[in-house]
């Protein structure tokens, strides 16, 4: 496939619903939805996509009710044991975009782990976004920025890029969101300023590699512009 984008960036939406058709608690349906990303990580790197970052858990998400928000993060922690190990061995590089301070020490210690372990892997890097907010992130930039004692005729869109929790990654070129929904929800809301957007009616834990490579034909058939017209001839 042709025009094949750089950097996907998924929000995984759906995982409670699919858990409701089948009659079953919401977080059963963030079990199988953690369960998916491995497979979706090998249907991006067989495709030669360079960056997935995965909307694991953002800021808001800590508003959810307790008992689902403790189950998030146990199922977190039990995720990176499992699929971790596995996913080192097939050559994937992992980091993370967030604020860990408001994370377990012991999920902030895994992750660490995680992200030392894969280091120098190079088939593909999965960006997980836990405790991520794009509104947080820039406020984050600016903080950084002005204890730096950066003037203000200094600050460019390149200096802030370099602050932000994605610095090195290339921005996302692709932005899709599963289970119909078409909202940013504060996700990658700098990076993605030119990214096209798929949304499909597929819930999270159903996105596999056939949803996958929709989105990636739609992607491919779209032209980008940047703001700027093509070129006549």
């Known amino acids: 496939m042709n025009n094949l984008p750089r950097h996907i960036g998924i929000i995984m ?55 689902e928000v403790d189950g998030l993060m146990q199922l977190l922690q039990e995720t990176i044991d499992k699929e971790v190990p596995e996913m080192h061995k097939k050559g994937v590089k992992l980091i993370h975009s967030g604020d860990p301070s408001r994370l377990s020490p012991e ?6 782990k995680s992200v030392e372990l894969t280091k120098d892997n190079d088939r ?21 920025i002005v204890q730096e004692g950066i003037k203000p005729e200094e600050i460019t869109e390149e200096l802030i890029s370099a602050h932000l929790y994605t610095a090195g990654l290339p921005d996302p070129d692709l932005i899709i969101r599963t289970a119909g929904e078409m909202r940013l929800s504060n996700f990658l809301i700098w990076q993605a ?20 490579e929709k989105a990636l034909e739609a992607y491919a058939g779209r032209e980008r512009k940047f703001g700027k017209l093509p070129s006549i001839d």
């Open 193 to 212: 300023a030119y990214a096209e957007y798929y949304s499909t009616p597929a819930l999270w834990p159903d996105f596999d590699r056939k949803e996958l």
């Open 107 to 112: 999920l902030q210690k895994a992750i660490e």
């Open 13 to 67: 939406d759906g995982n409670g619903r699919w858990a409701k058709k089948r009659g079953l608690p919401r977080l059963f349906g963030h079990r199988a939805g953690a369960e998916n990303i491995h497979n979706v990580v090998e249907a991006c790197a067989d495709f030669g996509i360079e960056v997935l970052t995965v909307y694991a858990f953002s800021t808001e998400n800590w508003g959810r009710p307790k008992e």
């Open 124 to 144: 593909i890097i999965l960006n997980v976004a836990l405790n991520y907010g794009g509104r947080a992130e820039i406020v984050k930039a600016v903080r950084e």
